[in-house]
């Protein structure tokens, strides 16, 4: 599995650096201009992330608009909404706003509250098929 993790709280991302990892070491990312970078990467190099654990509060660009930026880049290479990369939000607040916002008008995959639970997680993995 090919992820990248973007996330500006170093303990955060080191914790999902570990949950990830035994499926294939993650790229790391620590604010959105990074995470752009990254993808767009993956898309011209014909090497696509599978995943993506996206924290919605960083410095800079922020990760509602990150995730509204991938999309758009999905769509600009042709790529289908069935086969786009999943995306999960993840943000310490549990906010209906940014929920509304990341489902509705981003399309992210799924939302996650933080401390992240690693079954929670795990257990979307599965349902997205990313892993067994």
């Known amino acids: 599995m090919r992820a990248l993790i973007v996330e500006d709280d170093f303990t955060s991302r080191k914790l999902l650096q570990k949950i990830l990892s035994p499926f294939g070491e993650p790229d790391l990312a620590v604010n959105g201009e990074e995470a752009i970078r990254f993808f767009r990467r993956g898309l011209d190099g014909n090497n696509r992330y599978d995943l993506i654990c996206l924290d919605i509060m960083m410095p800079g660009i922020d990760g509602q608009q990150v995730l509204k930026t991938l999309r758009e880049m999905e769509r600009d290479h042709g790529i289908a909404p069935k086969h786009e990369v999943k995306i999960i939000m993840t943000t310490a607040l549990d ?38």
């Open 95 to 132: 906010s209906p706003k940014d929920v509304i916002e990341a489902y509705y008008k981003g399309g992210c995959s799924t939302y996650l509250t933080k401390p992240i639970d690693k079954k929670q997680l795990l257990g979307q993995l599965q349902e997205y098929r990313l892993i067994d």
